[in-house]
């Protein structure tokens, strides 16, 4: 694979990733919870990063820069990753994020109204048994470390 190519994926995954976010969110009504955002800012800061290596000469600079950009598209996988446990009840997710309902009488209305509507350990799609979340874990790390192999593996 060329370095062009290399520059291409590292900007393409993290845009087609939140592509893929957003679509589900405004065309396909699956609003994000907590967790899911937090998956999305990673991909944010990819992107701004691998469009440096389109505009920098150094070809030092345009290496780390998709270096930098793959690492941020890792970030989220493993995020991702995290979240897809808790929906899958493999461990307990963020106690604001789970609406975890503990203690007596006034505790359980005040959990009740603090609550938040969308909650981090249901997914509210699957496909093949895998959630939003693990997709984003399998394509993200899975892409970042394709993207990384191909920029170690050319080393001009």
């Known amino acids: 694979m060329n370095f062009r190519a290399i ?21 396909g009504g699956l609003y994000p919870c907590e967790m899911c955002w937090w998956q999305r800012y990673p991909h944010m800061a990819a992107i701004p990063i691998a469009l440096l290596a389109f505009f920098v000469a150094n070809p030092l600079a345009q290496r780390v820069s998709v270096a930098l950009a793959a690492f941020a598209v890792f970030t989220s996988g493993v995020i ?4 897809a446990g808790v929906e899958y009840g493999w461990w307990q997710g963020m106690t604001g994020c789970t609406s975890a309902i503990t203690g007596s009488g006034e505790d359980y209305m005040k959990a009740i109204l603090n609550a938040p509507l969308l909650r981090c350990d249901v997914a ?27 920029l170690w593996k050319n080393p001009k």
Do not use: E
Not at 8 to 27: D, E, M, N, R
Not at 80 to 83: D, P, S
Not at 129 to 137: D, E, P, R, T
């Open 80 to 83: 991702g990753g995290f979240h």
């Open 7 to 27: 520059r291409i994926a590292s900007l393409a995954l993290p845009l087609f990733l939140l592509g893929g976010a957003y679509v589900s969110q405004y065309i």
């Open 124 to 150: 509210p799609w699957q496909m093949f048994g895998i959630s939003l979340a693990g997709y984003n874990f399998l394509l993200s790390c899975g892409g970042a470390v394709a993207i990384l192999w191909a």
